[in-house]
């Protein structure tokens, strides 16, 4: 059977007091959007819309760059859950299957519990979930007959005794394409919001004699977000999901409350995760590194056996290779370290690429940027670059060659050559002593003044 899945998210989001449109704002750094298409992937859609509205110039932008597969279905206006899910209507033109709805602002509906949908839609036209609310506040409620649904009747419309009901819609519905847009072209706004419902089309598929039924999750799975406290909220749920696949998954984290993850951070068995590390997006560690204390990451590599940190920087197209160590207040970005490589200290390593088993001093700095253009700095394999080397790029250093301390490198070094770029040292004999005694006597006197 095939699948589309429509994410609704045309909706403002007045809530969250943003400039920025709510399904733009991250969850482990992607786009609260991105989590629902994340978790109706599992379904191997064959197509994706995502239906926006307010902000719809920045999501439309933000969705092509997540992927640019999903198609996007403009709500100008806010008329409700119905008519939006219309909107995505000329999107799903000559599909056949079944349509998943989901919300772009409810990113923990898990896959089984989509699968658990497509499995039940074996037997029903309409599959609802829904979820035994804790507080069921202003949710639609599921008025049940048997295993059956009956229809779904929102908050305000609702009676005494409907309102008692604890059974909550959670907004996801799966119908066959046909029958879902059918029965939306029968869906009215006469009702206590003027809005076109999508949980009206419950009441129309029964009056049809379509049978409509729910399946349930738990209730932490259908969290929305509509402040920047569920948002904050919504973030720590995320991250302790993390941290708890990461332990499962064999990597170690010394103190795992304070490791922050992506949505996309991948860490291999045996690694070691120290206190207070930061993962960006588009992070892979292999197995058998040691990511160290405060050390912040984002689009890089680490192979196996390598070190990082303490207090280290790694910036996109950072690539590690086997066993090489970067050490502390180092920052690396688009740079290839080869296998054994070392940058133990205070260096800034940028458009660059450093060999095998080369050693890279303290202090050393890749002038990459002359202000307007990068320029890429190439060093060899089982070199030696001396501490406080200012290399400027663009630049070559041969394998086996050396730098002497504090040079300014601003042409290539032969292979085996070193490099000496600094003035010659010049010692006075005595001259430091005779200094000390003039500025000690200038003390004096001004004290002896000053009183
Ligand atoms: C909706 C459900 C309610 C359910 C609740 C769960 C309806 C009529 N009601 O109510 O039964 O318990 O969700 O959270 O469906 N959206 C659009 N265009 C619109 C209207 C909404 O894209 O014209 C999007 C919103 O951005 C949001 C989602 O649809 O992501 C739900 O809309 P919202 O207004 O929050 O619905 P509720 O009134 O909360
Ligand atoms: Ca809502």
Same mark, same amino acid.
């Given at each position: 059977?095939?699948?589309?899945?429509?994410?609704?998210?045309?909706?403002?989001g +007045?809530?969250? @007091?943003?400039?920025?449109?709510?399904?733009?704002?991250?969850l482990?750094g992607a786009?609260l959007? #991105?989590?629902a298409?994340? /978790?109706?992937?599992?379904?191997?859609?064959a197509?994706?819309?995502?239906?926006?509205?307010?902000g719809?110039d920045?999501v439309r932008?933000a969705a092509a760059?997540y992927?640019?597969?999903?198609?996007?279905?403009?709500q100008?206006e806010?008329l409700? +859950?119905a008519h939006?899910?219309a909107?995505a209507?000329?999107a799903?033109?000559g599909?056949?299957?079944?349509?998943?709805v989901l919300?772009g602002?409810t990113?923990?509906?898990r896959a089984?519990?989509?699968?658990?949908m497509?499995?039940a839609?074996r037997?029903?036209?309409v599959?609802v979930l829904g979820?035994?609310?804790?507080?069921?506040?202003? !949710?639609?409620?599921?008025?049940?007959d048997g295993?059956r649904?009956d229809?779904i009747v929102?908050f305000k419309?609702?009676?005494?005794? &409907?309102?008692?009901?604890t059974?909550c819609?959670?907004?996801v519905?799966? #119908?066959d394409a046909d029958?879902?847009?059918?029965?939306i072209?029968a869906?009215g @706004?006469?009702?206590?919001s003027?809005?076109? !419902?999508?949980t009206?089309?419950?009441g129309?598929?029964?009056a049809r004699g379509l049978?409509? +039924?729910?399946?349930?999750?738990p209730e932490a &799975?259908?969290?929305?977000i509509?402040?920047?406290t &569920?948002l904050a909220a919504a973030?720590?749920?995320?991250q302790?999901?993390?941290r /708890?696949? /990461?332990l499962? @998954?064999g990597?170690t984290l010394?103190?795992? &409350?304070t490791v922050?993850f992506?949505h996309?951070t991948?860490?291999?068995?045996?690694?070691?995760?120290?206190?207070?590390?930061?993962f960006?997006?588009e992070v892979?560690?292999?197995s058998g590194?040691?990511?160290?204390?405060?050390?912040?990451l984002?689009?890089c590599?680490?192979s196996?056996g390598a070190t990082?940190?303490? !207090?280290a920087?790694l910036?996109?197209?950072?690539?590690?290779s086997?066993n090489?160590h970067?050490?502390?207040?180092?920052?690396?970005?688009?740079?290839?370290?080869d296998?054994?490589a070392?940058v133990?200290?205070?260096?800034?390593i940028?458009d660059a690429?450093?060999?095998?088993a080369t050693?890279?001093?303290?202090g050393?700095?890749?002038c990459n !940027?002359?202000?307007?253009?990068k320029?890429?700095?190439?060093i060899g394999?089982r070199?030696?670059?001396g501490?406080? +080397?200012?290399l400027v790029?663009?630049?070559?250093?041969?394998?086996?060659?050396m730098?002497a301390?504090?040079s300014v490198?601003t042409?290539?070094v032969p292979?085996? #050559?070193l490099?000496v770029?600094?003035?010659r040292q010049?010692n006075?004999p005595?001259?430091?002593?005779?200094?000390?005694?003039?500025?000690? /006597?200038?003390k004096a006197?001004?004290?002896?003044?000053?009183?």
């Open positions: 059977m095939s699948t589309a899945l429509i994410v609704l998210a045309a909706g403002q +007045t809530r969250m @007091n943003s400039d920025l449109p709510k399904v733009l704002h991250p482990g786009p959007f #991105a989590h298409l994340a /978790a109706g992937a599992a379904l191997d859609p197509r994706a819309v995502l239906v926006v509205g307010h719809a920045a932008a760059d992927d640019d597969t999903i198609a996007i279905a403009e100008s806010q409700g +859950t939006a899910v909107q209507r000329a799903l033109d599909f056949a299957g079944d349509v998943f919300y602002d990113p923990f509906i089984e519990t989509l699968m658990a497509a499995e839609r037997d029903h036209a599959v979820f035994e609310a804790g507080d069921p506040g202003r !949710y639609g409620r599921l008025v049940m295993a649904l229809r929102e419309d609702a009676s005494p005794e &409907e309102r008692a009901i059974l819609n959670s907004g519905i799966c #119908a029958t879902l847009f059918s029965l072209d869906v @706004n006469d009702n206590a003027g809005e076109y !419902y999508l009206d089309i419950v129309l598929a029964n049978s409509a +039924t729910a399946v349930t999750c &799975e259908t969290l929305g509509n402040t920047r &569920e973030e720590a749920i995320f302790a999901f993390k /708890a696949e /990461a499962d @998954n990597v010394i103190a795992p &409350e922050h992506s996309d991948y860490i291999g068995r045996d690694s070691v995760i120290e206190q207070n590390v930061v960006g997006p892979t560690v292999e590194a040691r990511i160290r204390a405060f050390s912040h984002e689009g590599h680490v196996r990082v940190g303490p !207090y920087r910036r996109p197209g950072a690539e590690l086997e090489v970067v050490g502390n207040f180092v920052e690396i970005k688009n740079a290839t370290l296998q054994g070392k133990n200290h205070l260096s800034y940028g690429s450093v060999g095998e050693n890279i001093g303290a050393t700095i890749t !940027y002359d202000g307007v253009f320029h890429h700095t190439a394999a070199a030696f670059i501490s406080n +080397t200012m790029a663009p630049v070559t250093v041969g394998d086996e060659a730098t301390s504090g490198i042409s290539d292979e085996g #050559a490099a770029a600094r003035t010049d006075k005595g001259l430091a002593r005779k200094m000390f005694d003039r500025l000690r /006597a200038q006197r001004k004290q002896k003044e000053a009183k």
